[in-house]
């Protein structure tokens, strides 16, 4: 074998081999990059996961601490004694009328006087106070409660109080106790019936 054929021989092998060396090169740096992006998809999910797992974790303690801070400002208001001050106020005001009983002794009428006076002083301590509706004043619905509905013509007169029969307890405009009332309610047949009457009476 001639130099010449030799030399362009071993140039061919050396050519080939660096063709393989290259297409492994590609074919390792592939694995390479595919075991990367593997790696990346997998931190991915692990940071997303714990991503999540925490902000889960704050908005359960700031669920908690949102409850705790509710909690205190219930008891800063008193509101935990809110059911005791209801049945206080029903006791103040539904017996209260046992002072205008005149088969009660007066040693019996006083000691009522002083109960429902230390009752009244309970209820003032914690902001709450008797109220009663004037005749002829708008009706609140949620601070009352209608016992008798009372027909009138009068068209100015619908939903206002016609009368107070028991009082109320109110406590930061929530009542502790509704009051018993009766309003008046316009029926426009009365009008009609008036003004026929007052034709016939003309006539």
């Given at each position: 074998?001639?130099?010449?054929?030799?030399?362009?021989?071993?140039?061919?092998?050396?050519?080939?081999?660096?063709?393989?060396?290259?297409?492994?090169?590609?074919?390792?740096?592939?694995?390479?990059?595919?075991?990367?992006?593997?790696?990346?998809?997998?931190?991915?999910?692990?940071?997303?996961?714990?991503?999540?797992?925490?902000?889960?974790?704050?908005?359960?303690?700031?669920?908690?601490?949102?409850?705790?801070?509710?909690?205190?400002?219930?008891?800063?208001?008193?509101?935990?004694?809110?059911?005791?001050?209801?049945?206080?106020?029903?006791?103040?005001?539904?017996?209260?009328?046992?002072?205008?009983?005149?088969?009660?002794?007066?040693?019996?009428?006083?000691t009522l006087q002083l109960?429902?006076?230390?009752?009244?002083?309970?209820?003032?301590?914690?902001?709450?106070?008797?109220?009663i509706s004037q005749i002829?004043?708008?009706?609140?619905?949620?601070?009352?409660?209608?016992?008798?509905?009372?027909?009138?013509?009068?068209?100015?007169?619908?939903?206002?109080?016609?009368?107070?029969?028991?009082?109320?307890?109110?406590?930061?405009?929530?009542?502790?106790?509704?009051?018993?009332?009766?309003?008046?309610?316009?029926?426009?047949?009365?009008?009609?019936?008036s003004e026929m009457l007052?034709?016939?009476?003309?006539?």
């Open positions: 074998m001639s130099s010449e054929v030799q030399t362009n021989y071993q140039i061919e092998e050396e050519n080939l081999s660096d063709e393989s060396s290259i297409k492994n090169e590609i074919v390792r740096l592939s694995n390479l990059i595919g075991e990367v992006i593997d790696k990346q998809e997998r931190n991915s999910k692990q940071l997303t996961q714990v991503l999540r797992e925490n902000v889960n974790f704050q908005n359960q303690v700031r669920q908690g601490m949102q409850n705790e801070l509710v909690t205190i400002k219930e008891q800063q208001r008193g509101e935990q004694f809110t059911p005791l001050l209801k049945e206080i106020a029903a006791v103040c005001v539904e017996y209260r009328n046992l002072l205008n009983d005149e088969t009660i002794s007066d040693n019996v009428r006083r109960l429902f006076d230390q009752l009244e002083d309970i209820l003032s301590d914690y902001d709450a106070e008797l109220f002829g004043e708008i009706r609140k619905p949620v601070l009352t409660k209608i016992i008798n509905t009372i027909a009138t013509d009068d068209e100015k007169k619908h939903n206002t109080i016609a009368k107070s029969r028991r009082a109320g307890v109110v406590r930061g405009g929530h009542p502790l106790y509704r009051e018993y009332v009766d309003v008046y309610v316009y029926d426009p047949s009365l009008s009609t019936k007052t034709t016939i009476n003309n006539d």
